[in-house]
């Protein structure tokens, strides 16, 4: 094969690269637009719930957690847990 050979050879698999990109895209694109928003992917709307106060009661045992209140250096508190849920 000569060079003008090669050069064709290039601009042919560049055309059918460009072809084959094309025909993905169109078919990537027809399943996005006919896919409908699954539950995951909808936004949650706190407007439409109804609110209700609760109380939490609570028993802390201290020995696996190093205080109530938060501190500095650690986060080992049940005030870090129960706003961590």
């Known amino acids: ?39 995951a992917d909808r936004k949650f709307d706190f407007n439409k719930c109804h609110y209700r106060r609760i109380l939490l009661r609570i028993l802390y045992f201290g020995w696996n957690y190093q205080g109530l209140a938060v501190q500095e ?8 847990h129960l706003f961590h849920a």
């Open 73 to 80: 250096d650690s986060t080992q508190t049940i005030e870090h």
């Open 1 to 39: 094969m000569d060079k003008n050979d090669l050069v064709e050879k290039i601009i042919q698999l560049e055309a059918h690269n460009e072809q084959l990109k094309n025909i993905i895209n169109k078919g990537l694109g027809e399943n996005n637009s006919a896919k409908e928003p699954s539950v």
